[in-house]
């Protein structure tokens, strides 16, 4: 009945002796039963794996969970995205250094304010033969925001009002209005370039199972929660990757996940919390990858609630974080203190801006001026989403308690997160982790506090909105750059958001490979990026 | 269900040797008491006994190892610092609170719910045994980590449903226990000419089958409370056991999990003292019941 | 015979019955549990489009309609379409049956090729240093919970000694530590209640008998054994299988095993409720069959259940 059925407990003479009473009702010639088909099946796999053994040069990478799905525009998912970067190409391509870089388009270029023209890469072509041609990026954007179609990336490029294609090789985008972000939009998710006549044929469901795209990897193979395995590209436009195959592994359990890279059965692994840092590093064969997270962990604020309805509680609320604490201890150095929300390596990052302050006095002054009464302050959160999640509630609500704010952390379930997040229920505040989508504060301070955004509660402010919306519609730079600055001095006033740290994503290495990983957490391997140094 | 007895089966009841024949309370008895007693002693007077507060973090005191005698300047923490820097002694200590909290009050439950529904099946026969036995079935055919975890998807992760749950998890074992005895009693002549001469079902029921059922029941009970407390720790590896910072055994080891080669203090300590604590409750079940049921010693 | 062949009717009868009632709780359970809808889409999709989807999965209709669909279908061996996986839900959990049954047989096997030897040559060798030994490790394994096990062996024999691979499914090696992992309470179970039975059989008259008739002890021993402990070792074994799922969770889980249990709780937490719906039917159905069978083999076995 529970983790190992001891049903009856430590004893198995009570069990025996219940037996005899006939408590218990005789059950027993399954084991024989299930050694018998174990063992087939035991004998099945065997044969399957000495059958296909091959020689192969593989990369193995392994996951904190198992891959949902393949159709690029129906998750969002790092552990998904880490394959479909692989399985399809985008229009351009945001490498490690976090500059754009031509790929699937050689060039492109402002036609006028709202009119953008990509040339295409000649002669690419897709898993199954088939060109990859103009209307195949028209569909896939058109798809991308099509409204009865169930994907669900349509906030990516809905700026989009009408793509022609004058012919096969040139792409001409026309926005609703002008959008400095257009290109950069292009190497997001909802960009991969998705076949169109194969997805027609058929269908999404058939093309999820088994789909097709122009990328360095074709798909082969999935048994689910064991591997999925995908077979190097040998005719890729970029050159055939460094290895035969790439497997993609979902390593729940962290021990594990660890111990498979040590032991060397997987030559990437992700999510390493600090603390597992210098176990990685100093073992013979293995490195830590470490990249600044071209993104934050911040504390979304359900903002109409008192006592969080009040401004200077919630600037309490961040003074009483020491977040120099959090990452020299915490994080063992592996994480930076943000100053704002625009992150650095974003930009219009503004480095003259002193990172969030420590001070537990004024916090308990504007408590005090808060006229806090004590009321229970929640941190609703599920456990193990973040990297240090845990540890960084318990540490939070404790320094929390110090300037004398009643916290206390609560665990959900990560659906019930979601749900939540939806229905906007959350009672105090919740852990989330936006990235900076194109590398600017459009897609990142902006696109989560925008009226409807995943937290803008009732957080409304009439000139942060003006700024922001003005500066999504601008391509003068020095127009943005001044817009972010206010807007950010407005979102530092209000916190409806509070940002904690800006983390390092720890990758663990095998040290005979060669790889860099990216900001924005798209796992893209290419020829250019990859090298593996053994036979 | 099925009832006939094995005579090869009542001579593997125990893996003692016969030698519990003899009156005198072993040693390990002895010495599995003394360490229940202190284990129940520091739940009691967990403020008094505990070095520092359970929930106390000092980030720059994390995990720091064991220590007999104090860095320079530093206070000392004689079973070392977790994760946050919290005192692992102390939350030991504090954590026998929750750990034999969840256990008593879980075996409680599935004894009474376990005890009731099974007099009841035992003595009343019939289409009421019919259908409690069913839902004994169904509960047994049932994977029940995942009912505990849709139980608590719908009720949310709190103290109470925690013991529910695990309360919930136990009782098939009592109800099929005292159904069994009461079964073999109910027939026993004493009861059927208390029953000729007019004596009431209750009577019956209170003055004859409930002491003949105590012995038996208790051992259940032991045995029950030990596999509870590892339970609790089961649920906290599933993220449904105590809430944070509440510290309870199966919780720690559970926290500390991540870090078994590199603090193995975080999880050995609450480790050891659960896996003694499962192990000396459930020794002394098993020689509870070679004392208490005269059957069993024949062998 | 005829009552016996009456008895088995009853018994399958009823647990038929009990499998309706526990698919009937997952149905209850999971309907309370939570709005699979939110999880399906991104968290700035409209009310409408929420609607939509719920309309398609026949979730807006009365719990008593759904209840009516739902049985309908599992009449007919078929619980839905799996909302995350969007194929069959039964076919989705059955592709995973194989995988726990390895796990399962495997560690069954185990249990009893190290338990039952253990727990004779204790008994043999009662008081040295081998039985504390092995009796401490066994009462360990009782008394630790399922995760520590497979942790430490990871690291211990798979990380330390680097006997076996670290997790995963496939060759042979893959499956040692999982097995030992899932079989670590049946085997400390089984090797206790062997040495018992060896005690006993020790003291017995037969044995001298046996002794004097000149035969060799080991032998005598063994099969005495083999024939006496049967019964209760496979009651104990029969028992754990009834709970394989629960223990294939968290075993599954840290080894990373492709099984039906990591299936049926990712499952819970996705809000699939056809897939979790089709493996507490499939685990619950097989804890049915198995008995059954075992019920049938008893009375084949042991014929005062016949006479019954």
């Given at each position: 009945?529970?983790?190992?059925?001891?049903?009856?407990?430590?004893?198995?003479?009570?069990?025996?002796?219940?037996?005899?009473?006939?408590?218990?009702?005789?059950?027993?010639?399954?084991?024989?039963?299930?050694?018998?088909?174990?063992?087939?099946?035991?004998?099945?796999?065997?044969?399957a794996r000495?059958?296909?053994?091959?020689?192969?040069?593989t990369?193995?990478?392994?996951?904190?969970?198992?891959?949902?799905?393949?159709?690029?525009?129906?998750?969002?998912?790092?552990?998904?995205?880490?394959?479909?970067?692989?399985?399809?190409?985008?229009?351009?391509?945001?490498?490690?250094?976090?500059?754009?870089?031509?790929?699937?388009?050689?060039?492109?270029?402002?036609?006028?304010?709202?009119?953008?023209?990509?040339?295409?890469r000649?002669?690419?072509?897709?898993?199954?033969?088939?060109?990859?041609?103009?209307?195949?990026?028209?569909?896939?954007?058109?798809?991308?925001?099509?409204?009865?179609?169930?994907?669900?990336?349509?906030?990516?490029?809905?700026?989009?009002?009408?793509?022609?294609t004058?012919?096969?090789?040139?792409?001409?985008?026309?926005?609703?209005?002008?959008?400095?972000?257009?290109?950069?939009?292009?190497?997001y998710?909802?960009?991969?370039?998705?076949?169109?006549?194969?997805?027609?044929?058929?269908?999404?469901?058939?093309?999820?199972?088994?789909?097709?795209?122009?990328?360095?990897?074709?798909?082969?193979?999935w048994?689910?929660?064991?591997?999925?395995?995908?077979?190097?590209?040998?005719?890729?436009?970029?050159?055939?990757?460094?290895?035969?195959?790439?497997?993609?592994?979902?390593?729940?359990?962290?021990?594990?996940?660890?111990?498979?890279?040590?032991?060397?059965?997987?030559?990437?692994?992700?999510?390493?919390?600090?603390?597992?840092?210098?176990?990685?590093?100093?073992?013979?064969?293995?490195?830590?990858?470490?990249?600044?997270?071209?993104?934050?962990?911040?504390?979304?604020?359900?903002?109409?609630?008192?006592?969080?309805?009040?401004?200077?509680?919630?600037?309490a609320?961040?003074?009483?974080?020491?977040?120099e604490?959090?990452?020299?201890?915490?994080?063992?150095?592996?994480?930076?203190?943000?100053?704002?929300?625009?992150?650095?390596?974003?930009?219009?990052?503004?480095?003259?801006?002193?990172?969030?302050?420590?001070?537990?006095?004024?916090?308990?002054?504007?408590?005090?001026?808060?006229?806090?009464?004590?009321?229970?302050?929640?941190?609703?959160?599920?456990?193990?989403?973040?990297?240090?999640?845990?540890?960084?509630?318990?540490?939070?609500?404790?320094?929390?308690?110090?300037?004398?704010?009643?916290?206390?952390?609560e665990q959900?379930?990560?659906?019930?997160?979601?749900?939540?997040?939806?229905?906007?229920?959350?009672?105090?505040?919740?852990?989330?982790?936006?990235?900076?989508?194109?590398?600017?504060?459009?897609?990142?301070?902006?696109?989560?506090?925008?009226?409807?955004?995943?937290?803008?509660?009732?957080?409304?402010?009439?000139?942060?909105?003006?700024?922001?919306?003005?500066?999504?519609?601008?391509?003068?730079?020095?127009?943005?750059?001044?817009?972010?600055?206010?807007?950010?001095?407005?979102?530092?006033d209000?916190?409806?958001?509070?940002?904690?740290?800006?983390?390092?994503?720890?990758?663990?290495?095998?040290?005979?490979?060669?790889?860099?990983?990216y900001?924005?957490?798209?796992?893209?391997?290419?020829?250019?990026?990859?090298?593996v140094?053994?036979? | 269900?099925a009832?006939?007895?094995?005579?090869?089966?009542?001579?593997?009841?125990?893996?003692?040797?016969?030698?519990?024949?003899?009156?005198?309370?072993?040693?390990?008895?002895?010495?599995?008491?003394?360490?229940?007693?202190?284990?129940?002693?520091?739940?009691?007077?967990?403020?008094?006994?505990?070095?520092?507060?359970?929930?106390?973090?000092?980030?720059?005191?994390?995990?720091?190892?064991?220590?007999l005698?104090?860095?320079?300047?530093?206070?000392?923490?004689?079973?070392?610092?977790?994760?946050?820097?919290?005192?692992?002694l102390?939350?030991?200590?504090?954590?026998?609170?929750?750990?034999?909290?969840?256990?008593?009050?879980?075996?409680?439950?599935?004894?009474?719910?376990?005890?009731?529904?099974?007099?009841?099946?035992?003595?009343?026969?019939?289409?009421?045994?019919?259908?409690?036995?069913?839902?004994?079935?169904?509960?047994?055919?049932?994977?029940?980590?995942?009912?505990?975890?849709?139980?608590?998807?719908?009720?949310?992760?709190?103290?109470?449903?925690?013991?529910?749950?695990?309360?919930?998890?136990?009782w098939?074992?009592?109800?099929?226990?005292?159904?069994?005895?009461?079964?073999?009693?109910?027939?026993?002549?004493?009861?059927?000419?208390?029953?000729?001469?007019?004596?009431?079902?209750?009577?019956?029921?209170?003055?004859?089958?409930?002491?003949?059922?105590?012995?038996?029941?208790?051992?259940?009970?032991?045995?029950?409370?030990?596999?509870?407390?590892?339970?609790?720790?089961?649920?906290?590896?599933?993220?449904?056991?105590?809430?944070?910072?509440?510290?309870?055994?199966?919780?720690?080891?559970?926290?500390?999990?991540?870090?078994?080669?590199?603090?193995?203090?975080?999880?050995?300590?609450?480790?050891?003292?659960?896996?003694?604590?499962?192990?000396?409750?459930?020794?002394?079940?098993?020689?509870?019941?070679?004392?208490?049921?005269?059957?069993?010693?024949?062998? | 015979?005829?009552?016996?062949?009456?008895?088995?009717?009853?018994?399958?009868?009823?647990?038929?019955?009990?499998?309706?009632?526990?698919?009937?709780?997952?149905?209850?359970?999971?309907?309370?549990?939570?709005?699979?809808?939110?999880?399906?889409?991104?968290?700035?999709?409209?009310?409408?489009?929420?609607?939509?989807?719920?309309?398609?999965?026949?979730?807006?209709?009365?719990?008593?309609?759904?209840?009516?669909?739902?049985v309908?279908?599992?009449?007919?061996?078929?619980?839905?379409?799996?909302?995350?996986?969007?194929?069959?839900?039964?076919?989705?959990?059955?592709?995973?049956?194989p995988?726990?049954?390895?796990?399962?047989?495997?560690?069954?096997?185990?249990?009893?090729?190290?338990?039952?030897?253990?727990?004779?040559?204790?008994?043999?060798?009662?008081?040295?240093?081998?039985?504390?030994?092995?009796?401490?490790?066994?009462?360990?394994?009782?008394?630790?919970?399922?995760?520590?096990?497979?942790?430490?062996?990871?690291?211990?024999?798979?990380?330390?000694?680097?006997?076996?691979?670290?997790?995963?499914?496939?060759?042979?090696?893959?499956?040692?530590?999982?097995?030992?992992?899932?079989?670590?309470?049946?085997?400390?179970?089984?090797?206790?209640?062997?040495?018992?039975?060896?005690?006993e059989?020790?003291?017995?008259?037969?044995?001298?008998?046996?002794?004097?008739?000149?035969?060799?002890?080991?032998?005598?021993?063994?099969?005495?054994?083999?024939r006496?402990?049967?019964?209760?070792?496979?009651?104990?074994?029969?028992l754990?299988?009834?709970?394989?799922?629960?223990?294939?969770?968290?075993?599954?889980?840290?080894?990373?095993?492709?099984?039906?249990?990591?299936?049926?709780?990712?499952?819970?937490?996705?809000?699939?409720?056809?897939?979790?719906?089709?493996?507490?039917?499939?685990?619950?159905?097989?804890?049915?069959?198995?008995?059954?069978?075992?019920?049938?083999?008893?009375?084949?076995?042991?014929?005062?259940?016949?006479?019954?």
């Amino acid at each position: 009945m529970s983790h190992r059925g001891e049903g009856d407990g430590m004893s198995v003479e009570s069990l025996v002796r219940q037996f005899r009473d006939g408590v218990i009702t005789r059950r027993g010639f399954l084991a024989g039963a299930a050694g018998v088909l174990g063992s087939l099946a035991a004998a099945e796999g065997l044969l399957a794996r000495v059958a296909g053994a091959q020689s192969k040069k593989t990369l193995t990478v392994g996951q904190s969970a198992d891959v949902s799905k393949l159709d690029p525009q129906m998750s969002t998912t790092v552990n998904d995205i880490a394959v479909t970067f692989n399985l399809f190409d985008n229009l351009t391509s945001r490498h490690a250094d976090g500059k754009l870089y031509p790929s699937l388009a050689t060039e492109w270029k402002l036609v006028n304010p709202t009119t953008w023209q990509f040339k295409l890469r000649p002669n690419v072509k897709f898993h199954n033969g088939d060109p990859l041609t103009s209307t195949d990026v028209k569909f896939t954007y058109e798809r991308s925001y099509d409204p009865n179609a169930k994907v669900i990336t349509k906030s990516v490029l809905n700026t989009i009002e009408r793509i022609e294609t004058p012919d096969p090789l040139t792409v001409v985008i026309v926005t609703k209005k002008p959008d400095p972000l257009l290109a950069a939009r292009t190497s997001y998710y909802a960009g991969q370039i998705m076949p169109k006549n194969y997805f027609q044929k058929v269908g999404e469901d058939e093309f999820n199972a088994k789909p097709i795209g122009s990328g360095p990897v074709k798909f082969t193979s999935w048994v689910k929660d064991d591997r999925m395995i995908l077979d190097a590209n040998r005719d890729y436009w970029g050159g055939k990757i460094a290895v035969d195959q790439i497997v993609f592994r979902p390593l729940p359990e962290l021990a594990a996940r660890i111990g498979a890279l040590l032991k060397g059965e997987a030559d990437i692994v992700t999510k390493v919390p600090p603390d597992q840092m210098e176990r990685v590093s100093k073992a013979a064969n293995t490195k830590i990858e470490g990249v600044l997270y071209g993104g934050l962990y911040c504390l979304s604020v359900a903002t109409q609630k008192p006592p969080l309805d009040s401004k200077p509680f919630r600037q309490a609320m961040s003074l009483a974080i020491d977040r120099e604490l959090i990452v020299k201890e915490l994080w063992r150095g592996q994480a930076a203190v943000p100053n704002s929300m625009v992150i650095k390596g974003d930009a219009h990052y503004d480095p003259t801006l002193p990172p969030l302050k420590y001070d537990p006095a004024r916090a308990k002054e504007l408590i005090k001026e808060a006229n806090y009464k004590g009321d229970e302050l929640l941190i609703e959160t599920p456990i193990g989403f973040m990297v240090m999640d845990k540890e960084m509630s318990e540490v939070i609500v404790s320094m929390w308690k110090d300037v004398g704010i009643n916290a206390r952390l609560e665990q959900i379930e990560y659906s019930v997160y979601q749900q939540k997040i939806r229905e906007k229920s959350f009672k105090g505040v919740r852990w989330t982790d936006p990235t900076s989508a194109y590398n600017d504060p459009d897609g990142m301070m902006w696109r989560h506090l925008a009226e409807g955004g995943p937290n803008a509660y009732w957080f409304r402010n009439a000139r942060f909105d003006e700024l922001g919306t003005a500066a999504r519609f601008s391509v003068d730079e020095k127009f943005r750059e001044q817009a972010y600055k206010e807007m950010a001095r407005i979102e530092l006033d209000f916190l409806p958001l509070i940002p904690v740290i800006q983390p390092m994503e720890l990758y663990g290495l095998q040290k005979a490979v060669e790889w860099k990983p990216y900001a924005n957490q798209m796992m893209e391997f290419r020829r250019f990026n990859l090298k593996v140094n053994r036979a | 269900m099925a009832s006939s007895t094995h005579a090869s089966v009542e001579n593997r009841l125990t893996d003692e040797e016969p030698i519990v024949r003899r009156r005198t309370v072993p040693l390990f008895v002895w010495a599995s008491a003394a360490f229940l007693l202190v284990v129940v002693l520091a739940a009691a007077a967990a403020p008094l006994v505990s070095p520092f507060d359970p929930i106390r973090q000092s980030l720059r005191e994390r995990l720091k190892a064991p220590a007999l005698f104090a860095e320079e300047g530093r206070q000392r923490h004689l079973l070392g610092t977790d994760q946050l820097g919290r005192d692992i002694l102390s939350r030991v200590i504090y954590g026998s609170r929750v750990s034999l909290a969840v256990g008593f009050a879980a075996v409680i439950i599935g004894g009474a719910i376990g005890g009731i529904l099974g007099l009841i099946s035992g003595y009343a026969g019939g289409v009421v045994d019919e259908i409690i036995m069913l839902v004994v079935d169904a509960q047994l055919a049932f994977p029940f980590i995942l009912l505990a975890i849709g139980i608590i998807a719908v009720l949310g992760p709190s103290f109470g449903n925690l013991i529910i749950i695990v309360g919930l998890s136990g009782w098939v074992t009592y109800a099929r226990l005292v159904r069994a005895q009461v079964l073999t009693i109910k027939e026993r002549e004493f009861v059927i000419a208390i029953r000729g001469l007019g004596g009431s079902t209750w009577r019956i029921l209170v003055s004859h089958i409930v002491p003949n059922t105590l012995a038996p029941f208790l051992v259940v009970t032991t045995l029950e409370l030990a596999r509870t407390i590892l339970l609790e720790s089961t649920l906290s590896f599933l993220g449904l056991g105590i809430q944070p910072p509440t510290p309870s055994w199966g919780g720690m080891l559970n926290e500390g999990r991540g870090y078994l080669d590199s603090a193995w203090w975080i999880s050995a300590f609450p480790g050891l003292v659960l896996m003694l604590t499962a192990l000396v409750v459930s020794r002394v079940g098993d020689w509870l019941r070679d004392v208490l049921d005269p059957t069993l010693r024949g062998a | 015979m005829q009552g016996f062949g009456r008895f088995l009717a009853y018994r399958l009868g009823r647990m038929l019955v009990a499998l309706w009632a526990v698919v009937t709780v997952v149905f209850v359970v999971m309907r309370l549990s939570g709005d699979p809808v939110p999880l399906l889409l991104p968290p700035d999709a409209p009310i409408a489009e929420m609607e939509r989807l719920r309309h398609e999965m026949g979730l807006d209709r009365p719990i008593f309609v759904q209840y009516g669909v739902f049985v309908n279908q599992a009449l007919r061996g078929d619980f839905g379409r799996s909302i995350h996986f969007r194929t069959s839900a039964m076919q989705v959990a059955w592709e995973r049956v194989p995988a726990t049954l390895e796990l399962a047989g495997a560690s069954f096997l185990c249990a009893i090729i190290i338990a039952i030897p253990a727990g004779v040559i204790s008994a043999i060798k009662r008081g040295t240093a081998y039985d504390s030994i092995v009796m401490g490790v066994a009462l360990i394994g009782q008394a630790a919970p399922t995760f520590y096990i497979g942790i430490m062996l990871i690291l211990t024999c798979s990380l330390w000694l680097g006997l076996f691979p670290t997790s995963g499914r496939g060759e042979w090696r893959q499956l040692v530590l999982p097995a030992i992992t899932l079989g670590a309470f049946a085997m400390a179970s089984i090797a206790r209640i062997t040495r018992s039975a060896v005690l006993e059989i020790l003291r017995a008259d037969f044995i001298r008998t046996a002794r004097a008739k000149g035969l060799p002890e080991f032998y005598t021993i063994a099969k005495h054994t083999m024939r006496n402990a049967a019964i209760p070792i496979i009651t104990i074994v029969g028992l754990q299988l009834g709970n394989l799922l629960g223990g294939a969770v968290v075993t599954e889980t840290i080894f990373s095993w492709p099984g039906i249990g990591r299936l049926a709780i990712q499952s819970i937490y996705n809000r699939d409720y056809p897939i979790v719906q089709s493996c507490v039917f499939m685990t619950a159905g097989m804890f049915v069959v198995l008995n059954f069978m075992v019920d049938v083999a008893y009375g084949i076995l042991d014929p005062r259940i016949r006479r019954k």
